[in-house]
């Protein structure tokens, strides 16, 4: 006797329900799910309103195009939708739903009602609890659609156990609603939380939804994003790297008019921003991408947030590319002349890169200074300058400078580590001597990179170094990529010892115990996955924090005058390598409120 079959088809309720677990986690994704319904329909005004936290109840309302009775008793029917009219629009859709799940899963998990109205024509409704539909009916109402859902998770009384406070859950509701605000400025979003006001957006063009999300501090600390290539194009504002938070939830990505939290996306923005942001912080942005909709599939992921890129070398390369350009602006916030290649030369170096506006200090303002020639000498005591002064003993009277630039001309120094300086406007500006230079220096050694290495100059007498034997061996298995940086190494003796032979001509003369040593530790916490670029731009940091001046280290006039100018015209300098800022600027509101004078 053949044994009893242990599979067997589920009943359409529990297969409804198993869907709806995947579509409704919660009630954020129910109100995500019915105002893109809304969206897809052409609707210009969306009412949402939550009671419970959306539990007890979710309204949307809309005025939208509507359906008339036939297609309001299709559309609580599973995979039925008005958007896919032939399969081969799968590949590539223009629209924010089209499996045609949404309804039904909801349906399956409450007690939905629809209500919905042609333009012309009469109101009908029709109901569903816990799957079980009724008869379509007449009803009342506007031309558009309204969707009331009551009782969230009431079939699956599991799920409803895992939300959270009613509190939390709103919160998350509307903050699905902001996302597809921020990617339809022309549509008017309203949402009432236990019928008080939580977010109110009238109809407003790009600028205008980005400034009513983000808030007037992003808007005064963003740069406009503009890039296209390879029929991608990309668009929005990208916050200065000194507009930063505790976690990424002010970063708006939207592709082909759907917000997405794409790991892609997200990844090339958090590599655009690097070395420019605090570890543990977030850059603040909202980028636009546009994509041929046959160029991108939408329909790997369940909540439709990630998305698969036919070509994602190109995307990640274009938010990356243009991101950079975008932030590539001076201390002063203004771009520099040359962007495209951050050029800097530091006075002593006449071999450098030539670059295209003078950076360097006016001729004859430092008497008595060579350049050097010749190897550098071995181990001196104290670090030479990349900027290209000598030591200054005392600090000496300011002079008064020439060609005066946003930054202002500088005032004095402060614990021998800030350099005071009055803008042109009379704001007080306060730079981070050492902070500075090392984003100068960071960008001259990058600008060497790109043009095929960084310039070593030969140490007069190779330098020994002993290293923990697993540091030595981790920097020689880098030795080739260490070249490219200027600095030459090799094995010697024991396991431990290395020989150096060469150090970047931009740092001087530092002690190279210091920097193996941090080079070592760098090398040890990237991820062996890590891309060449990335490697070696990571290192080029280290190398510039060791090549700058030191806090503690007194500046002539002439210097600081000359620290400023190069601050102006150096891309990202307004934070060093590590994400801190290099100036703080006080105008004469910021005064008066210290003062409590407003």
């Known amino acids: 006797m053949a044994p009893a079959p242990r599979i067997r088809l589920l009943p359409e309720t529990t297969a409804n329900r198993i869907a709806a677990g995947e579509v409704v986690e919660r009630p954020a994704a ?15 005004r969306i009412l949402v309103s939550l009671e419970d936290g959306g539990i007890g109840r979710i309204l949307v309302e809309d005025d939208g195009h509507g359906m ?57 409704a029709i109901s569903v609890e816990g799957g079980r539909k009724s ?30 406070s009613a509190r939390h859950e709103a919160e998350q509701a509307v903050e699905a609603v902001r996302r597809l605000a921020m990617a339809w400025p022309e549509v008017a979003f309203r949402v009432e939380v236990e019928g008080r006001l939580a977010l109110n957006l009238p109809q407003a063009d790009r600028d205008g939804r980005i400034a ?7 808007a005064a600390a963003a740069v406009p994003v503009e890039a296209a290539r390879q029929g991608l194009a990309l668009s929005g504002l990208a916050g200065l790297p000194t507009h930063h938070t505790a976690t990424g939830a002010a970063q708006h990505l939207v592709v082909n008019r759907r917000p997405v939290r794409d790991p892609l996306l997200r990844t090339a923005l958090r590599v655009a921003y690097r070395d420019m942001v605090p570890a543990k912080r977030f850059p603040v942005a909202a980028l636009f991408l546009e994509v041929p909709p046959e160029a991108v599939d939408v329909n790997v992921h369940p909540m439709k947030t990630e998305l698969r890129f036919r070509d994602p070398s190109a995307v990640r390369g274009l938010l990356i590319s243009a991101l950079g350009r975008a932030l590539a602006v001076g201390a002063a916030g203004a771009a520099p002349a040359e962007v495209a290649v951050p050029e800097w030369q530091p006075a002593g170096f006449a071999e450098s890169v030539a670059p295209s506006y003078d950076a360097r200090p006016p001729a004859g303002s430092f008497p008595g200074w060579q350049p050097p020639s010749g190897p550098l000498p071995q181990r001196p005591r104290t670090a030479s300058l990349p900027l290209g002064f000598a030591p200054s003993a005392a600090p000496a009277p300011l002079p008064a ?18 350099v005071l300086a009055e803008a042109p406007d009379g704001s007080l500006v306060l730079v981070d001597q050492h902070a500075a230079h090392e984003r100068l220096t960071h960008e001259a050694l990058r600008a060497q990179l790109v043009e095929g290495g960084v310039r070593a100059q030969p140490l007069l007498l190779p330098a020994v170094v002993e290293l923990p034997a697993a540091d030595a061996a981790r920097l020689l298995d880098r030795s080739a990529e260490l070249a490219r940086l200027g600095l030459e190494i090799e094995g010697f003796g024991g396991p431990g010892a290395l020989l ?3 150090m970047p001509a931009l740092l001087g003369a530092p002690d190279p115990a210091p920097l193996l040593r941090d080079l070592a530790e760098e090398l040890a916490e990237m991820d062996e996955a890590l891309a060449l670029e990335a490697r070696l731009d990571a290192a080029v940091a280290r190398l510039a924090c060791h090549g700058s001046i030191r806090a503690g280290r007194r500046l002539a006039g002439a210097e600081m005058a000359a620290l400023l100018r190069q601050m102006e015209a150096t891309p990202r300098a307004a934070t060093c390598s590590h994400g801190r800022p290099t100036v703080l600027r006080f105008g004469r509101a910021e005064l008066e409120k210290l003062f409590g004078r407003r």
């Open 401 to 418: 400078f020439e060609g005066e630039g946003p930054l202002g001309r500088p005032l004095g120094q402060i614990l021998e580590t800030y």
């Open 212 to 218: 009513a999300l983000l808030g007037a501090d992003f």
């Open 68 to 124: 008339g009775e036939a297609d309001l008793a299709m559309a609580l029917e599973r995979h039925a939708t008005s958007k896919l009219a032939e399969e081969a629009m799968l590949f590539r859709i223009a629209t924010l739903g089209f499996r045609g799940e949404a309804l039904p899963s909801i349906g399956a998990v409450s007690r939905l009602t629809l209500t919905s109205r042609l333009a012309e024509g009469a109101a009908h």
């Open 135 to 164: 008869a379509v009916g007449p009803a009342a109402g506007p031309p558009g659609t309204r969707v009331e859902v009551r009782d969230l998770f009431f079939a699956t009384p599991a799920r409803r156990a895992f939300l959270r």
């Open 30 to 44: 129910a109100v995500k799910e019915l105002v893109e319904n809304a969206l897809d329909a052409g609707a210009r």
């Open 500 to 502: 150096v032979r060469a």
